[in-house]
Nanobody
Framework: QVSLVESGGDSVQAGGSLRLSCVIF????????WGWFRQAPGKEREGVAI????????YYADSVKGRFTMSQDNAKRTVYLQMNSLKPEDSAMYYC???????????????????WGRGTQVTVSS
């Protein structure tokens, strides 16, 4: 069983930066991929960035390329999302998610992820 706990969300001005953290608890077998997703009110949950357990980045949403960076620290069992040059449209609840690497589904398919954190709120004001 895997549980995920996010932190780092806050209210910032446009152009600012935040770093989100997701601590991974529990044990798992096999290799997993870890993802950051976000959901704004009235919108679908969308994939932001996906990384595998070896640190290989699988996916960035076009809207965040060049501004967001996902990374991991296996020793700390933590994945991060560094967010720079934040825009009001980045405002959303950000979720950490995990699924086995062998799942045959698009990287940003939220329905294919079976472990989720409770989310951390990011609000960007103009």
């Amino acid at each position: 069983q895997v549980s995920l706990v996010e932190s780092g969300g806050d209210s910032v001005q446009a152009g600012g930066s935040l770093r989100l953290s997701c601590v991974i608890f529990g044990n798992w077998y096999g290799t997993y991929v870890w993802g950051w997703f976000r959901q704004a009110p009235g919108k679908e949950r969308e994939g932001v960035a996906i990384i595998d357990s070896r640190g290989t980045l699988w996916y960035y949403a076009d809207s965040v390329k060049g501004r967001f960076t996902m990374s991991q620290d296996n020793a700390k069992r933590t994945v991060y999302l560094q967010m720079n040059s934040l825009k009001p449209e980045d405002s959303a609840m950000y979720y950490c998610a995990a699924r086995p690497e062998t799942v045959a589904a698009p990287h940003d398919d939220a329905h294919s992820y079976n472990y989720w954190g409770r989310g951390t709120q990011v609000t960007v004001s103009s």
